[in-house]
Structures are given as C-alpha cells and as structure tokens.
C-alpha cells in the first residue's frame, strides 16, 4: 500500500532475481529455443490440467520465472487470458524436446526438437506420469522413480477451475459419491 499517494493503491513488487533476465515466450506463438525448461514447463502445465489451461509468457532468470499469462477456456486469469484460442496457437508453437520426452509428456506441435540442442533433462529420477488436477482428481504430483529424491514435493489440493477454489480430499470424495 502506496500510504503517501491519493487514494493509497495497492501495488505488486517482485523481489530482485540476480542474472540475465531472458523473455523465454510470448502469450500466442513465439517462443526462444535456446533453453528446453520453460517450453517443457509450459506444455507440462498443458497436460496437468487436461488441456484446460497452460502457463506461458515466461521470463526470468535460468530457469526462475516472472511475470507469466496464462490462458484458460476459463475467464478468470484478466486481460491477457486468450482462452481456447491463445491455447491452440500457443501450443500450436511448441516443439517438445528432451524434457518433454523425459517428463512421459505426449509430443504435440512442431516436429520434435534435437536431444542435443538446448537444456538437457538432469540425471536422476525421472517423472512417470503427469499429475491429474482435474477436479475430482488426487491433485497429486508425478510420482518419482523409486531412487531417494531430496527434491520431491509434497502433493498438493486439487484445483477445481470451475469454482477456483482449492479442494480438500475429503470434499473430493464427498463430490464423487454424490455424483454416482
């Protein structure tokens, strides 16, 4: 809150990311292939919500991203939000890469780009399955291999787009039995 100015606005700050600062894509069909991350990233985001929404528009430092849009068939992500429309050509700009490939992600959009051109996936466990966060659904992240991961995440609500609120487990289970 700006207490100095009229009327007091409210304003957004990002804290400083050291580095240079990289625009990885846009919000409709361009995207730089130098680094496999952002891309492999965005058309994860695709997949995890069942082709109902993907984050694109990413910039950053490495692989630290600002400032992202994102397109969903739902309204509710402002001005910049495309819908099935920025979706399509988006995706539609995509070329799936090593990352993707690792991740068990579908090959979509442009032929498939070289293992050898841009970031490589790091070694280790690897992704088996991309989480299913439609509602209703466990909202869990992939399951690593079975190696001892430092990086795991815990799982996370599932996210109903429908009501943008986050669900709990127990409300899950609650909607499915009603619904049979």
């Known amino acids: 809150e700006l207490i100095d100015r009229p009327g007091k606005p409210v304003c957004a700050v990002e804290r400083f990311v050291p580095g240079e600062y990289i625009k990885w894509s846009n919000n409709w069909d ?13 058309h994860f985001t695709y997949e995890a919500s069942k082709k109902l929404l993907v984050v694109c528009d990413l910039q950053g430092v490495a692989d630290l991203y600002t400032d992202p849009q994102i397109h969903s068939i739902h309204s509710s992500f402002g001005k910049g939000n495309l819908g099935q429309a920025g979706i399509n050509k988006f995706m539609e700009s995509h070329r799936c ?22 970031t490589a996936p790091a070694p280790g466990p690897q992704l088996l399955n991309p989480p299913d966060l439609t509602p209703g659904a466990s909202g869990t992240r992939p399951t690593p291999a079975p190696a001892a991961n430092p990086y795991a995440l815990e799982p996370i609500p599932a996210f109903s787009p429908q009501k943008g609120q986050q669900q709990q487990p127990q409300q899950q289970q609650q909607q499915q039995q009603q619904q049979q």
């Open 97 to 118: 890469n090593a990352i993707c490939r690792d991740m068990g992600l579908p090959q979509i959009g442009k032929p498939v780009k070289p293992d050898w051109l841009g």
């Open 30 to 42: 361009w995207v730089d292939e130098r680094r496999n991350t952002p891309h492999a990233f965005s």
